[in-house]
């Protein structure tokens, strides 16, 4: 089982990191094939509206070669593809919202090209945020099973801590218990 976490928060050492350790921790003891990619740093344009992905059948087929690439070969390698991020104003950070936006390439739904690069594969949340879960996550949430329905995903879950106590919040015994069980749940390994 191979699965990729793109962690997206702006602090690579921040609230979002600490929650990823206990669940990486917990994925290795599972024996996944994991890969971990740091959005903060890499240069990920917005979306251009432009169209030429649509044309472009078998391939990504974006313009603009960024660091997007690779992430996208690692979304293509993933069987699970986790999004880890913080929720700044209900919604994901900037560098997390690009990549959202960049996955046009990957359906072929708008042009000649036709068909899709990602069909199948499973998509998890795993967020840290400040108000309580519903009012912070929910928007998120809903977009993220959106995003899955339209491109054929298969939506799995989430698991999230709110901040109270900055990373001591991420490090309580309930949230890193939490994190190691989303891991098992997310790969069928649930007790």
């Known amino acids: 089982m191979r699965i990729l976490i793109l962690m997206g928060s702006p602090r690579v050492n921040g609230n979002t990191a600490e929650l990823c350790k206990p669940f990486l921790e917990e994925l290795k003891m599972i024996g996944a094939d994991t890969r971990y990619v740091t959005l903060a740093g890499k240069d990920i344009r917005p979306c251009l509206g432009c169209y030429t992905c649509q044309d472009i059948q078998g391939e990504y087929g974006c313009i603009q070669h960024d660091d997007m690439y690779p992430i996208i070969e690692d979304i293509l390698w993933a069987d699970i593809i986790v999004l880890a991020c913080p929720i700044y104003s209900w919604y994901c950070p900037t560098l997390m919202k690009s990549v959202l936006d960049r996955h046009y390439g990957l359906n072929k739904f708008y042009g000649s090209a036709t068909g899709s690069l990602w069909a199948g594969k499973k998509l998890a949340l795993l967020l840290t945020h400040g108000y309580d879960r ?12 959106n995003l899955c329905d339209h491109s054929s995903l298969k939506y799995i879950g989430m698991y999230s801590v709110r901040d109270i106590d900055n990373k001591a919040a991420m490090q309580t015994r309930e949230a890193v218990e939490g994190a190691k069980e989303f891991a098992r749940k997310i790969t069928g390994e649930a007790k």
Do not use: M, V
């Open 134 to 145: 519903e009012y912070a996550c929910t928007p998120f949430e809903t977009g993220i099973r």
